[in-house]
């Protein structure tokens, strides 16, 4: 019988893999009856404090089990979990809040003083609790009750919101985005199908759980297969983290390209023949940001393992398209639609492009948000008239149905007229050896003209002269796409999956000019 809701799905493995272990972290393991029993108890504890249906609850943490009971325990109630980037300052943090008129917040000590700075501005929040015992504030596990009455229980559809993850506006203020349980069921069955995974797999979670990707990949599809996952709570330090794919035999890692590039630097010298030979690993996941040609070369080589780009974004719970696990694979694409996804590409004008035209990413099928929180206008403005996501992103298919992304439509680049897309320059100049970053953005003129301004991050122990590096970037680009202007940064500004911030940079270069 197909799950209806996330709860329905985890009963359904709980009745075939009760004993099996649904999670390992820091070595101890919690079983998939365990991990339900204690739902149940922390969903009575829930109700007990006035949690009921429609209610928002924020979870501010690292990766834990913990985590995982609260959010299903909410869900168990038809109430709607919070995630927050536990990077994210106390002012961000009580604007999220405000916005989602959250009852309740868990927490951990090492965020703690941060949730308290926030709550003095947010006055619906009632309840902090810990993932600890020992602290100020209660711990979860102190709100256990005996298990809710199945009978009694609320009833909760597939249409009722279950997530609600927040991400930046194109005003910078961050905006709801609302997840049904049908859209997060949607996107594992799509994803399932397209990676063809067993009950026998382990998946290694190491992406932050505030985040659809982690959410979805490395922790509701696993629990739906009756798979078992490794959780990390931090990827730093790097070999402690990377010891556990050994350790525990992982055979499924979704993550973004900067934590490929760092397995892949981290294995060298006379061990890395062993490590390859003894890799577990069946498949590896790229998203969230463009996988770098050299990256994906690298990882294959030292791992013996595909390591498939694919492509979503939050609004589509995430998961869009993936190369196959099975058939072609095409670098320098995000691959095909995922089983029950629909994708085409339209012009400014909503009119859809013929192959290989580019245009604006249109998305469509269950796993499509419900809108934007409290956001009507938006939502409306984020939709095609015959309701397709309009992603943001730029893009074409291939003639055999291959979507390549080009850049994000915010930050494409008008000089004289003509396109210029951020990417083919970052492209063109991280290939001289002494690059080891590169973000290119728009800066307008008095004119309303763009020129473009790259930020360059260089290898440690190397140097070169700006004008060495547009003249390195002018043996492959059009002279329109040539940088005017080129800054040396320490680093780029990311938010907590590698994403370069370049709203930042653009503001920062503007307010310079």
Known sequence: MTARTLNEMLAQSVARFGDKAAFIFKGEIMTFAQLADEIEHCAAGLSELGIAKGDTFGIVMRNCPEFVILSFALSRLGAVAVPVNFLEKADRIAFIFNDAEVKGCLTSKDFLRTIREAKESVPTLEHIFLRDPGGDEPALETIYRHPLDEAAGPEV??????????????????????????????????????????????????????????????????????????????????????????????????????????????????????????????????????????????????????????????????????????????????????????????????????????????????????????????TKEAFTADGWLKTGDLGFLDSDGYLTLVDRKKDLIIVKGFNVYPQEVEAALVDHPAVAEVAAVGIPDASGDESVRVFVVLEPGQSIKPRELIAFGRETLATYKIPRDVEFVDELPKNALGKVLKRELREGATKSA
């Open 157 to 378: 559809s597939p249409n009722d919101l279950v997530l609600l993850i927040y991400t930046a506006g194109t005003t910078g203020l961050p905006k709801g985005v609302m997840l049904t349980q049908r859209n997060l069921l949607s996107s594992v069955e799509s994803c399932l199908l397209a990676f063809d995974l067993t009950n026998k797999d382990r998946v290694m979670c190491v992406l932050p759980m505030f985040h659809s990707f982690a959410w979805t990949t490395n922790v509701i599809l696993p629990l739906r297969l009756g798979a078992t996952t490794v959780v990390i709570e931090s990827l730093l330090p790097l070999p402690p983290a990377l010891k556990q794919i050994w350790k525990h035999k992982v055979t499924l890692v979704c993550c973004i390209p900067q934590v490929y590039s760092a397995l892949v630097q981290h294995i060298h010298g006379p061990k890395a023949w062993l490590l390859r030979l003894l890799n577990p690993l069946d498949m590896a996941i790229s998203g969230a940001a463009p996988l770098p040609a050299a990256v994906q070369i690298k990882f294959e080589k030292t791992f013996g393992t595909a390591l498939l780009e694919g492509y979503g974004l939050t609004e589509a719970a995430p998961a869009v398209s993936v190369n196959p696990r099975y058939g072609a694979h095409k670098p320098g694409t995000v691959g095909l639609p995922l089983p029950g996804i629909d994708i085409k590409i339209v012009d400014d004008d909503e009119r859809e492009l013929e192959t290989p035209e580019i245009g604006e990413v249109c998305v469509r099928g269950d796993n499509i948000m419900a809108g934007y929180y409290k956001r009507p206008e938006e």
